[in-house]
T-cell receptor, first 119, second 114 residues
C-alpha cells in the first residue's frame, strides 16, 4: 500500500530562518506529489505539485520542494520564514492507478506538520 | 468567482440525530470528495464521486452517506450510526483529467455533537 510520512508533527523556527518540512513517500512507481497548507479553521490550499516535468518545483509564497527519487523524498523548504507562514502543512501523493487500483484523482495525505514561527 | 462552498461553517448536533453537510462547486469539476480531519490524524477519505449518480466508499465510510444527483453538489449525511462524529469536515473537488490533478478544497464545516 502506498503511504506518505511526514517527519515531525511540530516544527518551530525563528522568523528569517530556513524552513524545512520533511516528506517521504512509498511507491514502486514515480507518483505525483503535492504540498498543501492549511491555516486555522480553513480548508487546504495548494502550495505546489510535482508532475515529473522538473525535480525542483517552485510554489506560492516562496516555497519550493525537491523530488529525490533515490531518497523517495519531497521535502518542502523556504529560505526565510515569515510570521504569516505559521500553519499546518500536508504532503500528499497521487498514486499511479496501475498500483493503487483505485480511483484516478484520489490523494493519500500525510498526518501533517504544524509550523510555528517565533519572532 | 469559482470555488467550493460548504455550509454551515459550524454545526451542533444532539446525539442520535442525523445531520447533512452541504458542498457545492462551480468549477465544473467531475470528481468530488469528503474528508474528515481530526487533530494529528491528517485527512481521512469518507466518500468520493467521479460522476453524477455514482460514488464510492473511502477509508472511513461507516456511519456516513452521500448522494450525487447533480455535478455541482455532493452533500454528506452524518448518521446516528457514526459513533464519534465530532470533527472538521472538508469537501474537495478535482477535474479528473489526469493523475496529477490537484484537489481544490472548501472552507470546511466543524461539527460538534452535544
Amino acid at each position: 500500500a502506498q503511504s506518505v510520512t511526514q517527519l515531525g508533527s511540530h516544527v518551530s523556527v525563528s522568523e528569517g530562518a530556513l524552513v524545512l518540512l520533511r516528506c517521504n513517500y512509498s511507491s514502486s512507481v514515480p507518483p505525483y506529489l503535492f504540498w498543501y497548507v492549511q491555516y486555522p479553521n480553513q480548508g487546504l490550499q495548494l502550495l505546489l505539485k510535482y508532475t515529473s516535468a522538473a525535480t525542483l518545483v517552485k510554489g506560492i509564497n516562496g516555497f519550493e520542494a525537491e523530488f529525490k527519487k533515490s531518497e523517495t523524498s519531497f521535502h518542502l523548504t523556504k529560505p526565510s520564514a515569515h510570521m504569516s507562514d505559521a500553519a499546518e502543512y500536508f504532503c500528499a501523493v497521487s498514486p499511479s492507478t496501475m498500483n493503487y487500483g483505485g480511483s484516478q484523482g484520489n490523494l493519500i495525505f500525510g498526518k501533517g506538520t504544524k509550523l510555528s514561527v517565533k519572532p | 468567482d469559482g470555488g467550493i462552498t460548504q455550509s454551515p461553517k459550524y454545526l451542533f448536533r444532539k446525539e442520535g440525530q442525523n445531520v447533512t453537510l452541504s458542498c457545492e462547486q462551480n468549477l465544473n469539476h467531475d470528481a468530488m470528495y469528503w474528508y474528515r480531519q481530526d487533530p494529528g490524524q491528517g485527512l481521512r477519505l469518507i466518500y468520493y464521486s467521479q460522476i453524477v449518480n455514482d460514488f464510492q466508499k473511502g477509508d472511513i465510510a461507516e456511519g456516513y452517506s452521500v448522494s450525487r444527483e447533480k455535478k455541482e453538489s455532493f452533500p454528506l449525511t452524518v448518521t446516528s450510526a457514526q459513533k464519534n462524529p465530532t470533527a472538521f469536515y472538508l469537501c474537495a473537488s478535482s477535474l479528473l483529467a489526469g493523475e496529477n490533478d490537484e484537489q481544490f478544497f472548501g472552507p470546511g464545516t466543524r461539527l460538534t455533537v452535544l
